[in-house]
């Protein structure tokens, strides 16, 4: 029987290992690239937080979906 729980970061990560990076990592690492560019440049702060904010924004609601999407493969799966 298929439980309803939502699969955990680690699940998807060993199942799509390219794509969960790209999803999470990647997106997390352009927000601290960007606020130490603001940073160093004197780029406004409401400019570097606000896109840091935006690409966080992104990986979490990337990462609902990837799960979505996952869980949807498991149950087409399922015998």
Do not use: C
Not at 8 to 20: E, T
Not at 49 to 73: D, I, N, P, T, W
């Amino acid at each position: 029987m298929s439980t309803r729980r939502s699969p955990s970061l680690v699940d998807l990560f060993r199942a799509a290992p390219a794509k969960s990076s790209l999803l999470t990592i990647a997106p997390l690492a352009l927000a601290l690239g960007q606020l130490w560019n603001g940073y160093v440049n004197g780029v406004s702060p409401i400019v570097s937080v606000g896109f840091a904010v935006v690409m966080v924004a992104f990986s979490v609601v990337a990462m609902g979906h990837h799960a979505a999407e996952h869980r949807l493969r498991r149950l087409e799966a399922d015998p």
